[in-house]
RNA sequence: UCCUCAGUAGCUCAGUUGGUUAGAGCGUCGGACUGUUAAUCCGUAGGUCGAAGGUUCGAGUCCUUCCUGGGGAGCCA
């Protein structure tokens, strides 16, 4: 009995042995003496060719190998007479394992629009984009485990229902066992939370960055990396209802050793697709982005610009464009100054710090100016912002001053706050949107294109 | 949520100032071709024109509302 191999083995491998492959019609063309069969199995973009001596098969077998169709074939492996690949197998045995009704299957040899496909979301890892798109998202998970792991950070696990509303990250989900047909309700007519299975109220988290910073104060460099949620009715290419998000939180950084974290993790995560993913990225460099490779590279080439919030207000103050939303201090950027900013100001990707204390979370470590805090974004061609973080408020009296400032719930954050009580230290963290990673990696230009099942308002097909 | 564009065959689209039986390419199916690469060539089938109202002698085409999708904006990762 042969061992099956996969496709991205078979094709690397010497002519002249029997080998046994399993996979899915991609197409099949060809007439009365010889038929060609490009197979697929996933484990890489490229097909291996069948080819198979009509004559010697079953007709009727035969008739049932059509696009889609999953087969096992057996045969030898010959270097190919014709163009376009290396090896191929003739086939000596075929069998069919599962048909695929031609009239009803809707993938097809030509191309299909992403909206069509996003429809068919339990059938487009099928197609080459897809598949490149999804193994590319593995490997960059794979590479950010890596790169933690290399460098001393623990993989910490932050939860994913959470009892506090204060993340301060946006709309959240509730979590509930509650009848909503028939709710508890206190005296006062308000829901009456002790009955629920917590025994309070709960969401999903919208960040697992406060769990975090307990880790680091502990640890001393973890990471997150799971799922977050945001409940947000955000209809755009760059935002999802879920999605995740990898959440460095370190003791002891300051705001400069947090960017150089960022600029560190992010170059090295693009060469290692780079490195990793060629064939996948040469595909989508050649079908969905023609400058993706050259720019992937021009990011791990070059370094990223520094400067400041108030530094780039003057900047765009003098740009001399009539600007959508206004440009002045105390107001956040919007998208078409982060453009600017990015796409032709500086032409590279941009770290800007130092940001109206009115604007940013809680959390942000003070300046010394009383009017700034240590905020940190990073913002990408093409994606905007990739990256928001901050240096962290280490001082207990300063962190609570703000949050009596803002109307939060001191009593949900009773635990954050202790860390400033006992050990506190300067730290800091980020968190990095995974998907939008993956969307700067791959070329595509829709967010619901590089997340296998996509959540947005209105829709959790799948 | 706001602005904007779109929805016609399985897919991608065309459809004139409102006018008879609604078109193409690709895909499917049938046929041709001894090695194809998004094969090629000939032929076939396939449509409640997003939904509901309305205007009109007559609506794919005009009007209203709704649904779905794209793009832009806001919110953010």
Not at 356 to 371: E, L, R, S, V
Request: charged residues 30%; aromatic residues 10%; glycine residues 8%.
């Amino acid at each position: 009995m042969i061992k099956r191999e996969k496709v991205k083995e078979l094709l690397l491998s010497e002519p002249g042995q029997e080998v046994l492959a399993k996979g899915w019609v991609r197409t099949k063309r060809g007439n009365k003496n010889v038929m060609f069969i490009a197979l697929n199995d996933g484990s890489t973009i490229s097909n291996i060719q069948i080819v198979v001596d009509v004559p010697v098969f079953d007709e009727d077998m035969l008739k049932e190998i059509t696009t889609g169709a999953s087969i096992r074939v057996t045969g030898k492996l010959v270097k190919s007479q014709g163009q376009g690949q290396s090896v191929e197998i003739v086939a000596r045995e075929l069998e069919v394992y599962g048909t695929c009704d031609p009239e009803k299957y809707p993938l097809q040899k030509k191309g299909h629009s992403m909206e069509f496909l996003r429809e068919i979301a339990h059938l487009r890892p099928r197609t080459n984009t897809f598949g490149a798109v999804l193994r590319i998202r593995h490997a960059m998970a794979f590479a950010i485990h890596k790169y933690f792991n290399d460098r001393g950070f623990y993989y910490l696990h932050t939860p994913i229902v959470t009892g506090s509303d204060a993340e301060g990250a946006g709309e959240m989900f509730r979590v509930t066992t509650l009848d909503l047909d028939n709710v508890p309700k206190k005296a006062d007519g308000s829901i009456d939370y002790s009955e629920d299975f917590f025994g309070k109220e709960t969401n999903l988290t919208v960040s697992g960055q406060l769990e975090g910073e307990l880790g680091a104060l502990s640890l001393g460099e973890i990471y997150t990396f799971g799922p977050t949620f945001r409940a947000e009715n955000s209809n755009t290419p760059r935002h999802l209802a879920e999605f995740w998000m990898i959440e460095p939180e370190m003791a002891f950084y300051d705001i400069n050793d947090n960017m150089d974290l960022a600029e560190d993790l992010t170059k090295f995560l693009i060469r290692y697709a780079l490195d990793n993913c060629s064939e996948d990225l040469e595909f989508l460099n050649r079908m969905i982005d023609k400058g993706l490779i050259e720019r992937l590279h021009f990011i791990t080439d070059n370094d990223f610009v520094r400067t400041t919030y108030t530094e780039a207000v003057k900047i765009l103050e003098k740009a001399g464009r009539k600007w959508e939303f206004p440009v002045s201090w105390g107001n956040d950027l919007k998208a078409e100054h982060e453009r600017y900013l990015v796409e032709e100001h500086f032409k590279r990707p941009v770290m800007l710090t130092d940001y109206p204390m009115g604007i940013k979370a809680f959390y942000m470590k003070q300046n010394d100016d009383g009017k700034t805090v240590r905020g940190l974004d990073v913002l990408f061609p093409r994606i905007g912002e990739i990256i928001g973080g901050s240096q962290r408020e280490e001082i207990y009296e300063k962190l609570e001053g703000r949050i009596k400032e803002l109307g939060i719930p001191e009593e949900d954050l009773w635990w954050y706050l202790e860390t400033r009580k006992f050990g506190s230290v300067p730290h800091s963290g980020f968190g990095l949107g995974f998907e939008r990673l993956i969307l700067f990696v791959t070329g595509m230009s829709n967010i619901r294109d590089v997340i296998p099942f996509p959540r947005t308002p209105g829709s959790a097909e799948f």
